[in-house]
């Protein structure tokens, strides 16, 4: 019978097909607590004893020493309006080894945790992401990185020591005009042949785009189709994507033209390259791994998607919660600080909890890599939310600075990141492709518990092993779908709770949410099966969903790791309710949209009504919103940890210096400014503002003259940081 039933499910395509492509995708990496969630039945306790890294000694002292330094380096205005890093910035990074970061010591690199890179790229990145790609892409998929595992021992001796002292300045060409998001369609091709010397060599034509460091590069790391028509590498006549390193000046390559990329520019451009002549002793690990590239790229963006571009996002997240949180106060409208009004409020409150939330998210998945993980499913979801909720932080923030926000020049400190936000939500996978495609298509195959042994067992027609995961997937189901009916009536109570308190809510109803997204995955594979992929807007949902209990662990794996601290108990409320709201509406959305026979029409009709009736959350209260904004709205300990990781700023410089003076100056006049609105409570004082009356305060001794002298040089400050910037018309105007 099992026999009959697996001929049929692979004659009627009832499983989704697996090309070869999507084997290696699906054959990368390893399964982390994604896998948790696809059970339906997520331990929290193995969770919480996950991983959650703190740097070592050598690598906060590289935070605070050469890469602060780094910072102090770079006039981010500067680059931005000249599109180019000084050679003083780029023989420091060079020196100091910020190109290799990853790399093994014995090389000359640092050989710094995946944490530790993370964190560097976020730091510099948030103070100035032109500057911060010559330490990102040295540093992330490249060169490197693919020569530190798969490179031949004399291609690691050549190369890693001039790729650690930046003498090789490395890129990788992937993207073609024709291949952007589908990367394993490039048309690239490399023709292997011998010479008239009788040598094996490979003739190469390629064009490729978006190159990030490709007018700077002197080392290329390139991705080819493979043709060997004669055979002469024993790998056959189409052994597939292949990667070569090609180097600046090899006849028929060009390199060193420039796109322009929106916002803050910075290095990018096409790679040319016609006739080129190359040896496969220069694929990287040798003439063996020829055809190997995509097997390699697959392996290497298991986990490295979660590095570089959600370090990037999460430092801008810091920042904007760092500025918009220091803004609020010191700018008045109406007779008050713009942060106590209720509206602004709502988008501090955001803003705050996403800084929370993500750099949560960054922590614990980067942990989860130096701890031997390479989850793809996480990679994923985390690169394509960080760097939407990133740019919906910098959209939240400018509604803060509103005027002062979209005036340019070097006093304004989220316009560049506003404008540049594009640029990482369409690299390293599309986030459209990530999020309707890679998510939940990868992920309901890779990470539950069943689906891909079924898959394997009928491509290799083993009629026990399908009978054995066919039964086992069967009775997941219907575990699942009575776990998720006692959950939901209880709430998640029934699920319990593996800390007490005021997040136990939390865990019970992600225990609940998990239940029912495991019950829907399997309705969804059973009932749509292999036209799943077609169905982006439904995978999209359920990505979403995964995304946000993802995040909702990680903001709770924070609170715990930091000694669940009372003060940040708020933004934990916070950032778990917005967090479960998004889950809540992924669920409607898969309800309402769950196209099958008959169990269509009940998650559509009367199972959406439940689903309405019984959420698993509503939101954020309103009541939780002026908490969560204050924890960035006070310069103290609370804020300098929310926002840990971002680069001192320089008091007497534009922009964020000169906000951080004002927000200093602010915190330490608040006890001056208390007396004076006691004093006007007791109508001792006319009303208005505490800077208005300090000359009538101090004739009253309501305050000292040094208090008065502290009052007028903290509204100076603030004066100055509200203030932007103004240029003449021989400035304005710039002659072509």
């Known amino acids: 019978m099992f026999s009959m039933i697996m001929k049929f499910m692979r004659d009627n395509n009832v499983l989704p097909r697996i090309s070869d492509t999507e084997k290696q995708a699906l054959e990368a990496g390893t399964v982390w607590i994604d896998g948790q969630i696809f059970s339906g039945n997520p331990d929290f306790r193995n969770i919480l004893e996950e991983p959650y890294n703190q740097l070592s000694a050598e690598e906060q002292a590289f935070m605070d020493g050469p890469t602060e330094e780094l910072c102090r380096m770079i006039d981010s205005y500067q680059i931005t309006t000249t599109r180019k890093v000084p050679d003083d910035v780029l023989d420091y990074i060079k020196q100091q080894g910020f190109m290799g970061l990853l790399i093994p010591k014995q090389y000359g690199g640092k050989e710094f945790s995946t944490l530790a890179i993370s964190s560097i790229m976020a730091k510099v990145n948030a103070y100035c992401p032109t500057a911060g790609t010559f330490v990102v892409i040295p540093n992330s998929l490249g060169a490197a990185e693919l020569l530190k595992h798969y490179g031949t021992e004399a291609q690691k001796d050549d190369y890693l020591p001039k790729l650690a002292s930046g003498e090789y300045v490395p890129c990788f060409g992937l993207?073609?005009?024709?291949?952007?998001?589908?990367?394993?369609?490039?048309?690239?091709?490399?023709?292997?042949?011998?010479?008239?010397?009788?040598?094996?060599?490979?003739?190469?034509?390629?064009?490729k785009r978006y190159i990030t460091l490709a007018p700077a590069a002197n080392l290329i790391s390139l991705a080819f189709q493979m043709h060997d028509p004669d055979n002469l590498l024993g790998k056959g006549e189409y052994p597939g994507i292949t990667v070569i390193m090609l180097h600046k000046g090899t006849p028929g390559l060009t390199n060193g033209d420039h796109h322009l990329p929106i916002g803050m520019s910075f290095y990018n451009g096409p790679i040319i390259g016609e006739d080129v002549i190359a040896s496969p002793e220069q694929i990287i690990g040798g003439p063996e791994y020829a055809g190997q590239g995509w097997r390699m790229l697959m392996e290497q963006l298991a986990g490295g998607r979660a590095v570089s571009l959600p370090a990037g996002a999460i430092g801008g997240m810091k920042l904007v919660a760092a500025a918009t949180g220091a803004y609020s106060m010191i700018r008045h409208q109406f007779g008050i600080q713009i942060g106590l009004m209720e509206g602004v409020q709502e988008k501090v409150a955001?803003?705050?909890?996403?800084?929370?939330?993500?750099?949560?998210?960054?922590?614990?998945?980067?942990?989860?890599?130096?701890?031997?993980?390479?989850?793809?499913?996480?990679?994923?979801?985390?690169?394509?939310?960080?760097?939407?909720?990133?740019?919906?932080?910098?959209?939240?923030?400018?509604?803060?600075?509103?005027g002062a926000g979209v005036m340019?020049?070097?006093?304004?400190?989220?316009?560049?990141?506003?404008?540049?936000?594009?640029?990482?939500?369409?690299?390293?996978?599309?986030?459209?492709?990530?999020?309707?495609?890679?998510?939940?298509?990868?992920?309901?195959?890779?990470?539950?518990?069943?689906?891909?042994?079924?898959?394997?067992?009928?491509?290799?027609?083993?009629?026990?092993?399908?009978?054995?995961?066919?039964?086992?997937?069967?009775?997941?189901?219907?575990?699942?779908?009575?776990?998720?009916?006692?959950?939901?009536?209880?709430?998640?109570?029934?699920?319990g709770?593996?800390?007490?308190?005021?997040?136990?809510?939390?865990?019970?109803?992600?225990?609940?949410?998990?239940s029912r997204f495991a019950l829907l995955a399997d309705l969804a594979l059973y009932l749509i099966g292999s036209k799943l992929k077609a169905k982006g807007s439904l995978g999209g949902r359920f990505a979403d969903a995964l995304t946000w209990q993802v995040l909702a662990i990680s903001a709770l794996r924070r609170f715990k790791a930091e000694g669940n601290k009372p003060e940040d108990l708020p933004i934990l409320k916070y950032s778990c309710e917005f967090a479960l709201a998004q889950v809540q509406d992924a669920f409607e959305g898969i309800h309402a949209n769950f196209d099958a026979p008959v169990v269509g029409w009940w998650l559509r009709g009367p199972s959406s009504w439940f689903l309405r009736l019984n959420p698993l959350s509503r939101g954020p209260s309103d009541d939780l919103i002026p908490e969560t904004a204050g924890a960035i709205q006070e310069l103290n300990d609370q804020y300098r940890r929310l926002t840990d990781g971002i680069a001192p700023f320089d008091e007497n410089k534009p922009g964020m210096g000169r906000l951080m003076k004002a927000f200093r100056l602010h915190s330490e006049a608040l006890p001056v400014m208390a007396k004076i609105q006691q004093a006007q409570k007791a109508r001792k004082l006319p009303r208005g503002l505490s800077f208005e009356v300090v000359d009538e305060a101090l004739a009253a001794n309501v305050i000292s003259a040094e208090e008065a002298t502290k009052m007028r040089a903290t509204n100076a400050a603030a004066m100055a940081a509200i203030e932007v910037d103004v240029f003449s018309a021989e400035d304005y105007f710039q002659d072509a």
């Open 175 to 207: 993207t073609e005009l024709t291949a952007g998001s589908d990367a394993a369609s490039i048309k690239a091709e490399g023709v292997v042949f011998k010479d008239s010397d009788g040598a094996t060599k490979i003739r190469m034509n390629f064009r």
């Open 497 to 514: 709770s593996p800390e007490p308190g005021e997040v136990a809510t939390y865990y019970r109803r992600l225990a609940w949410a998990s």
């Open 408 to 495: 340019q020049g070097p006093g304004n400190i989220l316009g560049g990141g506003y404008s540049s936000a594009p640029v990482s939500i369409t690299v390293e996978g599309a986030n459209i492709m990530t999020r309707t495609l890679i998510t939940f298509g990868q992920g309901a195959t890779r990470c539950h518990p069943y689906a891909l042994p079924l898959v394997k067992a009928v491509e290799d027609n083993d009629a026990t092993a399908f009978r054995q995961r066919l039964l086992g997937w069967l009775w997941h189901t219907v575990s699942n779908f009575f776990r998720s009916k006692v959950r939901g009536l209880t709430r998640g109570f029934s699920a």
């Open 350 to 402: 955001r803003i705050a909890a996403f800084a929370y939330i993500f750099e949560g998210a960054r922590v614990y998945s980067c942990s989860a890599l130096d701890n031997g993980q390479q989850p793809p499913v996480i990679s994923a979801l985390l690169k394509s939310s960080s760097t939407d909720y990133g740019q919906r932080s910098l959209i939240d923030g400018m509604d803060v600075f509103s």
